[in-house]
């Protein structure tokens, strides 16, 4: 890998008339995040201009955003699709919800203090200010970051959290939305998925029906996906990649945004669920849902 070798490669592609997508989209996607990184930093010192800048000069609409994430780190991609969820014209509350319930601590912790040093206000409080009720104290919660990362179950306790659980929710007229919250966004992933086990023998029901049927609206949404999360987040991905291709019109945001923040973490395992969950492949979706060079960068990310 030659950092200098890419940079001059992508200012070639886009100097003169006209512009190579094709060598834009074989440059980027054969290097890793870091890789782009360090190419970003070339590009400057040794053409003496701002990679984001020419490329967003020279490209447009889905496929320039997909560009774009590929060129912005992690922690940042994340914290600008954070901003724009919560400042952009009205709140995309599946945007909040994809990241804060997927996350690691350590991500999340990266997330907040490079919110707060680009923008000057901390995550916590736009989020305050932009959602309201039972929803927002889940996203406060999943924000802090402060998740039992742990692999210790306790079985006693497991036993009482699913007694909790049922007693908040089933059991009672009105749920205790409060109760699914503590245990859900705090405990760790194996302790969890023994909590999800002994709930299903004491509700005859998995926990997923239950918060199906006891809530509604954005926070079922939420607790949905911390659910999903702790069980299979490669699934996870997979359905928000479903359901963001699947009927009638592409939610653009949330297809781009899955297949850049996880082209590099768990893309081949999300394949595998994505093929087992709907019977055809994620290549092919992508492939009857978009067009042009936004197809054929994503097709290229879908590799893995």
Not at 61 to 71: H, P, Q, S, T, Y
Request: glycine letters at 6%; hydrophobic letters at 35%; aromatic letters at 6%.
């Amino acid at each position: 890998f030659s950092a200098e070798q890419e940079a001059q490669a992508l200012r070639k592609a886009m100097k003169g008339l006209g512009t190579d997508e094709d060598a834009i989209i074989e440059t980027l996607t054969k290097l890793n995040v870091s890789q782009r990184q360090q190419v970003l930093i070339t590009y400057k010192s040794t053409i003496g201009r701002d990679l984001i800048d020419d490329l967003k000069s020279e490209l447009s609409g889905n496929f320039e955003r997909v560009i774009i994430g590929l060129m912005t780190s992690t922690t940042m991609y994340d914290v600008h699709e954070l901003r724009r969820a919560l400042k952009g014209a009205g709140t995309d509350e599946g945007c909040l919800i994809e990241i804060l319930a997927s996350r690691t601590n350590a991500e999340i912790r990266h997330i907040n203090e490079n919110y707060k040093l680009q923008y000057g206000s901390t995550l916590e409080d736009d989020i305050v200010s932009d959602t309201s009720s039972k929803f927002r104290r889940v996203l406060v919660s999943l924000a802090t970051g402060n998740r039992d990362e742990g692999t210790f179950v306790d079985e006693a306790l497991a036993q009482q959290d699913a007694q909790v659980l049922y007693e908040a929710g089933e059991k009672k007229w009105g749920t205790d939305e409060v109760q699914f919250l503590s245990i859900l966004c705090t405990r760790n992933r194996c302790h969890l998925l023994r909590v999800f086990d002994v709930y299903r023998a004491i509700a005859n029901k998995d926990i997923t029906d239950s918060i199906k049927s006891e809530m509604s609206g954005d926070l079922e949404d939420a607790l949905l996906a911390v659910v999903k999360c702790m069980r299979n987040k490669p699934a996870y991905f997979a359905e928000r990649l479903y359901k963001s291709m699947k009927g009638l019109g592409t939610d653009d945001s949330t297809l781009i945004r899955v297949m850049v923040s996880r082209a590099e973490i768990d893309m081949l395992y999300i394949r595998r669920e994505f093929l087992a969950m709907y019977g055809k492949s994620l290549h092919s979706f992508i492939k009857g849902d978009c067009s042009g060079d936004y197809r054929k960068v994503l097709l290229r990310l879908c590799g893995g």
